[in-house]
């Protein structure tokens, strides 16, 4: 069964630090998504991560992919208090060697909080 | 270009009451996913449509849950009847492709969920 494990699960921290986020993952899979969620809003599409060594910045954020070592990192520079939100990472599994369900396997998410 | 849209947003029953529960996903998107995140826990895959196929419902928990995409356009999850445990958010997704058809047709865009509450 594939899982996929985030830390820390809960974050508090304040304006100016920086602070990382870190999603392991059991398969082989090399399709790693990072999504965010403000309460009562939808999961945005943050980042897509297809290959081993991939890196993406967005702003304050930088996402990147080990494949080997089945570990993305998210990394947050400098934060500011609208980055506060929780984090999902997710794998697809699809077209992967085990046969896994069609869906993404998500992480228990990151709630983030960045105080002034 | 709308999103994907979820209907209810909330709803409060009963246990042993029916509740319907509606995504439209965006338009041209063929894939529609259904997930469910019970507090506390992972958000977790429900089933997958492709067009008005169901295309992978191993998560499905039991026969109380059916889901339907008549016309491969709008989709409904329906709950009958509702247990407690069946309390959660649930999230509709939309993609236009999936699996190997094309890396960044494969990206799943959520709507806001519908949040339940069996009591």
């Known amino acids: 069964e594939l899982k996929v494990e985030q830390n820390p699960l809960f974050l508090s921290m304040q304006e100016g630090k920086n602070y990382t986020i870190y999603c392991n993952y059991s398969?082989?899979?090399?399709?790693l998504y990072w999504y965010r969620q403000d309460p009562g809003k939808s999961l945005e599409s943050l980042f897509v991560?297809?290959?081993?060594?991939a890196v993406k910045q967005e702003g304050r954020l930088m996402a990147s992919l080990d494949t080997k070592a089945r570990l993305s990192t998210l990394h947050i520079t400098a934060a500011v208090h609208d980055l506060s939100a929780t984090y999902f990472c997710?794998?697809?599994?699809?077209?992967?060697?085990?046969?896994?369900?069609?869906?993404?396997?998500f992480g228990k998410g990151t709630h983030l909080i960045i105080q002034p | 270009e709308a999103g994907v849209t979820q209907f209810p947003s909330h709803s409060v029953i009963e246990k042993g009451q029916t509740v319907t529960l509606r995504c439209d996903p965006i338009?041209?998107?063929?894939?529609l996913y259904w997930y469910r995140r019970v507090m506390g826990k992972e958000i977790k895959f429900l089933l997958h449509?492709?067009?008005?196929?169901?295309?992978?419902e191993s998560g499905m928990p039991n026969n109380r849950f059916l889901a339907e995409r008549t016309g491969g356009t709008y989709s409904t999850l329906k709950v009958q009847p509702a247990e407690l445990e069946d309390s959660g958010v649930y999230f509709c997704?939309?993609?236009?492709?999936?699996?190997?058809?094309?890396?960044?047709?494969?990206?799943?865009?959520f709507g806001a969920g519908t949040r339940l509450s069996v009591l």
């Open positions: 997710a794998v697809d599994s699809v077209g992967d060697s085990g046969g896994g369900a069609d869906g993404l396997t």
């Open positions: 991560l297809l290959s081993n060594g």
């Open positions: 338009s041209g998107h063929d894939n």
């Open positions: 449509f492709v067009k008005e196929s169901k295309q992978d």
């Open positions: 997704a939309s993609s236009q492709g999936c699996g190997t058809q094309g890396l960044a047709k494969n990206i799943q865009y």
């Open positions: 398969t082989t899979s090399d399709r």
